[in-house]
């Protein structure tokens, strides 16, 4: 796996926890399976925003690990999940570039 193909959102606020970046994610993944362009989908998250992982695990991703990053532009440590969806049936391939730049990576049990 060479290259992540991240799935990105974001929403004002006052739109917040009424599913819509759920169900817009499982249409665009639809259309992504339909097209066949892609064998995976990957995301992250800051582990201080859990809802976010939510999302990714509603939309039928996977978490796979963390990994440490000094987050620009506001230069602070932040520790982000990476989930990843495997559209070509390969349940075993993991993206690992950013386990493998992060010095600090781990994979959580709890989750």
């Known amino acids: 796996m060479e290259e992540p193909h991240d799935l ?15 169900e817009a994610g499982k249409a665009v993944i639809e259309q992504i399976r ?3 362009l892609l064998p995976y989908i990957t995301a992250t998250h800051d582990r201080n925003n859990p809802r ?15 990994y440490e ?3 620009q532009p506001k230069n602070i440590l932040v520790t982000f999940r990476m ?19 992060s010095a600090v990576h781990f994979v959580e049990t709890d989750i």
């Open 52 to 66: 976010s992982g939510g999302v990714m695990r509603n939309v039928g991703m996977k978490y796979q690990y963390s």
């Open 8 to 22: 990105g959102y974001g929403l004002r606020k006052e739109f917040w926890h009424r599913g819509i970046v759920t």
């Open 69 to 71: 990053e000094q987050w």
């Open 34 to 36: 339909k097209d066949g």
């Open 83 to 101: 989930y990843q969806l495997n559209l070509d049936g390969n349940e075993r391939c993991v993206y690992r570039k950013y386990w493998e730049e």
